[in-house]
T-cell receptor
Framework: DSGVTQTPKHLITATGQRVTLRCSPR?????VYWYQQSLDQGLQFLIQ???????AKGNILERFSAQQFPDLHSELNLSSLELGDSALYFC????????????FGDGTRLSIL | DAKTTQPTSMDCAEGRAANLPCNHS???????VYWYRQIHSQGPQYIIH???NNETNEMASLIITEDRKSSTLILPHATLRDTAVYYC????????????FGTGTKLQVIP
């Protein structure tokens, strides 16, 4: 158990819809990272937050947005969903000092019908 | 972040040491080397990291060459449960940059 909690585990929805994925980091971790992993693809970094502020941005679509709340949990919002958005979405957290490793949650499997 | 190069796949006999190489020839002096693994579609699992000295923990050993241009992850006694995709990444300390996971090495442990 990494200590990172992601909900829901599975999500099935239709094209054009909007969903919110939630991540609770490990106790004491200030940084949260979001990744997308499509079928048989590598992990694509989306975005990082540190103590409520955006710190690094990867290949995140404009239809996607994220935020980190004062209690340090984070949400990833995906809107105008397309079939290609079907993927595993992972959240990871780290202590915040940049050399500390990331610890990953079990992911949310998003299926777009 | 520096790019890394790993073999696409490797086999290892159960009980033998698995040595997974990673090339990071453009690594900077302030970049750490991290290893993660992903078993099937589970969340990636942190294994070990280091800057320039060799490191060992309960899971594995990390050997970094003196010029830091390459490293090797060693699983001393591979088991079937070690079958996974192993990712080597390098990341700068201080500042905040995007994280780049490559395609990794698919390690198959054979009975």
């Amino acid at each position: 158990d990494s200590g990172v909690t992601q909900t829901p585990k599975h999500l099935i929805t239709a094209t054009g819809q909007r969903v919110t994925l939630r991540c609770s980091p490990r106790s004491g971790d200030l940084s949260v990272y979001w990744y997308q992993q499509s079928l048989d693809q590598g992990l694509q970094f989306l975005i990082q937050y540190y103590n409520g502020e955006e710190r690094a941005k990867g290949n995140i679509l404009e239809r996607f947005s994220a935020q980190q709340f004062p209690d340090l949990h984070s949400e990833l919002n995906l809107s105008s969903l397309e079939l290609g958005d079907s993927a595993l979405y992972f959240c990871a957290s780290s202590a915040g000092q940049d050399n500390q490793p990331q610890h990953f949650g079990d992911g949310t499997r998003l299926s777009i019908l | 972040d520096a790019k890394t190069t790993q073999p696409t796949s490797m086999d290892c006999a159960e009980g033998r040491a698995a040595n997974l190489p990673c090339n990071h020839s453009t690594i900077s002096g302030n970049e750490y080397v991290y290893w993660y693994r992903q078993i099937h579609s589970q969340g990636p699992q942190y294994i070990i990291h280091g800057l320039k000295n060799n490191e060992t923990n309960e899971m594995a050993s990390l050997i970094i060459t003196e010029d830091r241009k390459s490293s090797t992850l060693i699983l001393p006694h591979a088991t079937l449960r070690d079958t996974a995709v192993y990712y080597c990444i390098v990341r700068v300390t201080g500042g905040y940059q995007k994280v780049t996971f490559g395609t990794g090495t698919k390690l198959q442990v054979i009975p």
